[in-house]
Each structure stands twice: as C-alpha cells, then as structure tokens.
C-alpha cells in the first residue's frame, strides 16, 4: 500500500515559538491532505505517550528537575525513539506533519545558554525534513492569544531568546510564514508550500540531519 500516486511519504515540520498557532495549523493541513486522499498522518514532539516522553512532560509541567544537558538528552531520544517507525511510514508512501522536530530542540536549550553545537550533535542521524516552515510570529503577539499555559518556557524574555536561535537555524528547506495573518490566510499558504513539496518528494531520497 502506498500513497495513491506512488512514491514515498514527504517529511513536513512546522516550528515556532509557543502559541504561534503550529498545532492548529498541523490539523488543518493534515485534514486539507487526508480529505484530497493524501495519505498523511499528524505526529508531534515531544511524544508524550512513552516513558521517555513521560519524564519530559513531568520536566515542561515543574513537577521534576532536571539538569540542563539531561532533559536536552531526553527531547533528543524521544526523537530517536520514533526514527525506525518514521522511516517505515514515510518509505510506506506516508506524508507526515510534525509539530516540532530537532529546531525546537536546540533552540530552546542553546536558549538556557548551552552550546549550540553541544545541542545539535545529538540531532544527527535523525531524518532529514523535506519541509521545515516556521511561523513566525513576535513573542508579544504569541503571548497575547490566550496567555500561556503554564509550562516551563512559555515567558516571553525566553521566547525572545529561542527565536534569535530559531533564526541561526535557517537552512533551504525553511519557508518562513508569517504567522501573524489571519489563521485563513497562513493555511493557504501552509497548503501550496505542502502539496509542491509531497510531488518533489516521490522522486526524491530520504536523507539524515548532518548538522
Ligand atoms: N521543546 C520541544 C524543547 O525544549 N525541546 C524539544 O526538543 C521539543 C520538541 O517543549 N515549549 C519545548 C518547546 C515547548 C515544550 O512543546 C512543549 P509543545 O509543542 O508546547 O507541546
Ligand atoms: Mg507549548
């Protein structure tokens, strides 16, 4: 079974500061695909489901400390948890929308003041995405559309500093859109920069992050 035009499954990662409108943004791309017969399923990291995944959610939710270099360790092995059965589903004609991937990792951790090439080394190796938009979107502006949650980083002195090293991670598979039009507006432009990128893809090499 593969998608219905052949082919392998396009990797698509949506990046951004928190709520700069990535999740909602995810589900309407995934339900744009899936209802033009696109097969395509949503994943987010973190994953909370697993173990792994567990701790993290206790570290985001102040219910545990964790050192610095240990939680970043941990983001990145959720990562790697999942690469087996993200080449499986890509390689089976899957498309898959991701709602934050390796930038989140080292931008919020390089953030806290690690070194950025400490942060990316464990990165390498995973899957290369074919896509990587990031919405962007003024940590004032984000901070406005409902406040926070609560977690830790959600405070805009500390988004201002993940989005300066968001911007060191710019290579060429990064569309900026901005995330500051109306929800509309971003969608239609999250749907053509997806739709090009699933053709390229079934002619086209998975590759790994060599950062
Ligand atoms: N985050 C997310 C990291 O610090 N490193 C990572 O590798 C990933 C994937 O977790 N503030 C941070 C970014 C978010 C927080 O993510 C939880 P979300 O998308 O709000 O559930
Ligand atoms: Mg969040």
Request: aromatic share 8%.
């Amino acid at each position: 079974s593969g998608s219905s035009q052949g082919g392998r499954g396009a990797l698509i990662v949506l990046e951004g500061l928190d709520r700069s409108g990535k999740s909602s943004q995810c589900a309407r791309l995934l339900s744009f695909l899936q209802g033009k017969g696109c097969q395509a399923e949503g994943w987010r990291f973190p994953d909370r489901g697993t173990s792994v995944g567990q701790m993290i959610s206790a570290y985001l939710a102040n219910e545990s400390e964790l050192d610095d270099r240990t939680i970043h360790l941990l983001f990145s092995a959720n990562r790697w948890e999942k690469r087996a059965l993200m080449e499986r589903k890509l390689l089976g004609g899957t498309t898959l929308i991701v709602d934050r991937y390796s930038y989140s990792g080292v931008a919020f951790s390089a953030a806290k003041g690690l070194d950025i090439e400490w942060c990316k080394a464990p990165e390498n190796g995973l899957i290369a995405p074919d896509l990587v938009v990031y919405l962007d979107v003024q940590p004032e502006k984000a901070a406005e559309r409902g406040g926070y949650g609560g977690e830790r980083y959600e405070k805009i002195e500390f988004q201002k500093k993940v989005g300066e090293h968001y911007h060191s991670l710019r290579d060429s598979t990064w569309k900026v859109v901005d995330g500051s039009l109306p929800m509309e507006v971003v969608e239609e432009q999250l749907k053509e920069l997806a739709m090009s990128c699933i053709l390229e893809c079934q002619s086209k090499q998975l590759a790994s992050l060599a950062w």
